[in-house]
């Protein structure tokens, strides 16, 4: 169940409420709601850190890419050399 609008402080707001009131009957609720709103806080920050980790990863192999090719591009490079005409071509 999804609430608009609605933060793990509000449902924490609501369980001090009971405490103060005594009344429990709908504590049981708010501690469901609470615990499923940690755990897609859990799961969030686990994508994140997957995520930072795929792409820290790929950075690094992009790096030796261009570490390579501009070593290669140091490297001197020779001029493509003209066709040879055989013995007694014109031109």
Aim: aromatic share 6%.
């Amino acid at each position: 169940m999804s609430y608009v609008n609605r933060t793990m402080c509000d449902v924490l707001r609501e369980m001090r409420k009971c405490l103060k009131t005594n009344n429990f009957s709908y504590l049981g609720g708010l501690i469901e709601e609470a615990q499923s709103m940690g755990n897609r806080m859990e799961a969030g920050l686990e994508n994140n850190s997957s995520r930072r980790y795929k792409l820290k990863m790929k950075i690094t192999k992009l790096k030796a890419e261009v570490k390579d090719l501009k070593r290669a591009s140091d490297e001197p490079v020779e001029a493509p050399q003209p066709p040879r005409r055989g013995f007694g071509a014109k031109g």
